[in-house]
């Protein structure tokens, strides 16, 4: 029905910056907000960033200042823009949708992609 597809990860040092994207495919009608999500092992996953349809953006405190999100309407994409990276930044960063079907346009639908590892050395 849907993916999301992230890509971008990797390894970089510490002050370095990477620039995630995040592709949504499938039956989709709209999509009200996306995000982005980080989990390390033995955590519960942390919202990093999300966005909506509109352009509202919202930002986990511990990033603020350091990671933009922007969002291309017209190609389903969800950006996170890493600056200023920091060793714990480390983790599994999963894209979020929250969005409706084609043939349910009255529901929302939650989807995760995959998840794309980023590592920040010290």
């Known amino acids: 029905q849907v993916q999301l597809v992230e890509s971008g990860g990797g390894l970089v040092q510490a002050g370095g910056s990477l620039r995630l994207s995040c592709v949504a495919s499938g039956s989709i009608a709209s999509i009200n907000a996306m995000g982005w999500y980080r989990q390390v092992p033995g955590k519960q996953r942390e919202l990093v960033a999300d966005?909506?349809?509109?352009?509202?953006?919202n930002y986990a405190d511990s990033v603020k200042g350091r990671f933009t999100i922007s969002r291309d309407n017209a190609k389903n994409t969800v950006y996170l823009q890493m600056n200023s990276l920091k060793p714990e930044d480390t983790g599994v960063y999963f894209c979020?949708?929250?969005?409706?079907?084609?043939?349910?346009?009255?529901?929302?639908?939650?989807?995760w992609g995959q998840g794309t590892q980023v590592t920040v050395s010290s």
């Open positions: 966005i909506t349809s509109a352009g509202s953006t």
């Open positions: 979020n949708a929250i969005l409706s079907l084609t043939w349910d346009r009255w529901s929302s639908y939650n989807y």
